[in-house]
């Protein structure tokens, strides 16, 4: 019964920002690393930003650093994704990943948001 749902994709101008939300359940959701994805019409799934349990420690792609930031509040088992400065390149639909560990014994994906950055 894990879930993972996603909300705030959607269409935005060059240079808009957007605020993407994962929220989880069916797991212990402040024991575990959170990461986003996406992936864009013809490529492959990448990771976009990853966070440690805690929200420590984050790391991003090199193509969104300086303009996403990942958070997470565990009190709420939300995760988000603060998109900036968005370019067209940035244009995928946008995934919430729970790794594998612990008592989830594989990967749990959200059902994906459509991220659009058009003029």
């Known amino acids: 019964q894990v879930q993972l749902v996603e909300s705030g994709g959607g269409l935005v101008q060059p240079g808009g920002s957007l605020r993407l939300s994962c929220a989880a359940s069916?797991?212990?959701?402040?024991?575990?690393?959170m990461s986003w994805y996406r992936q864009a019409p013809g490529k492959e799934r990448e990771l976009v930003a990853a966070?440690?349990?805690?929200?420590?420690?984050?790391n991003y792609a090199d193509s969104v650093k300086g303009r996403f930031t990942i958070s997470r509040d565990n009190a709420k088992n939300t995760v988000y994704l603060q998109m900036n400065s968005l370019k067209p390149e940035d244009t995928a639909v946008y995934y919430c990943?729970?790794?594998?560990?612990?008592?989830?014994?594989?990967?749990?994906w959200g059902q994906g948001t459509q991220v659009t950055v058009s003029s």
């Open positions: 966070i440690t349990s805690a929200g420590g420690s984050t």
């Open positions: 990943n729970a790794p594998a560990r612990f008592e989830l014994f594989r990967d749990y």
């Open positions: 069916g797991f212990t959701f402040s024991s575990h690393a």
